[in-house]
């Protein structure tokens, strides 16, 4: 008996996927731009920065216990240029620029968060 390669059910669940897929896509790229970023060392704000703010790009060094980290501000988005951490995983994170993105350097203690409008998270519901 000859098996066919894909099956009523098979076809079902390919499509459901690929509908999740595309919608989530759809979902993380209508987000809107953030408008400002907060710095975090530990439990306190270190600063926060309107991008309305921001004429031209600003470096900004953190100076940590753990060591320092080095961000690059523009007025379209944050990244972390350079870290002393043992992992990077930080610097290649890459540029953020929409509400409710962060990039979060664990081995220094360090969060960058980005807000805007009407930003809500699973926890503040």
Do not use: N, Y
Request: net charge negative.
């Amino acid at each position: 008996m000859k098996r066919k390669w894909f099956s009523v059910l098979d076809l079902a669940v390919l499509l459901t996927v690929l509908a999740l897929s595309l919608g989530g896509f759809l979902w993380l790229r209508t987000r809107e731009r953030a408008e400002s970023v907060s710095v975090f060392c530990g439990d306190e704000c270190v600063f926060t920065l309107a991008f309305e703010d921001v004429e031209e790009p600003v470096s900004h060094t953190l100076q940590t216990e753990r060591g320092t980290l080095t961000l690059l501000i523009e007025k379209d988005g944050v990244c972390v240029t350079d870290a002393a951490c043992p992992d990077g995983v930080c610097a290649r994170t890459g540029k953020i620029a929409r509400a409710g993105e962060s990039i979060v350097c664990a081995p220094l203690g360090v969060v960058v968060v980005l807000s805007g409008d009407g930003t809500v998270d699973g926890v503040t519901g």
